[in-house]
């Protein structure tokens, strides 16, 4: 079992900058864990947003974010991040963390990933 808290949401004006944090406990190490970034805006299906593997040697991101934000872990701090810039109203979502059994890049497959945070609110105003 996995608990996943985000945290580091809030409002940023377009352009600007945000970082959320995905903090994990569980009795294995969470360097077990693959990790993932979700978003989901209202009246919308929840999308994938960015993926990386145990090590944070790989990753993975969708389209609409390349370039624009940054997936890391920091294995020591049992901690995700997603580091979004030049962030548009289009990236208004609750966005959520998710962690997997497995190890490597799971990417966009929802069922691949065992447990899930609680979501976090990033809202982007123009």
């Known amino acids: 079992q996995v608990q996943l808290v985000e945290s580091g949401g809030g409002l940023a004006q377009a352009g600007g900058s945000l970082k959320v944090s995905c903090v994990g406990s569980?009795?294995?190490?969470?360097?077990?864990?693959?990790m993932g970034w979700f978003r989901q805006a209202p009246g919308k299906e929840r999308e994938f947003v960015a993926a990386?593997?145990?090590?944070?040697?790989?990753?993975q991101y969708a389209d609409s974010v390349e370039g624009r934000f940054t997936i890391s872990r920091d294995n020591t701090k049992n901690t995700a991040y997603l580091e979004m810039d030049r962030l548009r109203p289009e990236d208004t979502a609750v966005y959520y963390c998710?962690?997997?059994?497995?190890?490597?890049?799971?990417?966009?497959?929802?069922?691949?990933?065992?447990?899930w945070g609680q979501g976090t609110q990033v809202t982007v105003s123009s």
């Open positions: 990386i593997s145990w090590s944070g040697a790989s990753a």
């Open positions: 569980s009795k294995r190490s969470f360097s077990s864990y693959a």
């Open positions: 998710a962690a997997s059994r497995r190890t490597g890049v799971i990417g966009s497959n929802f069922a691949l990933y065992d447990w």
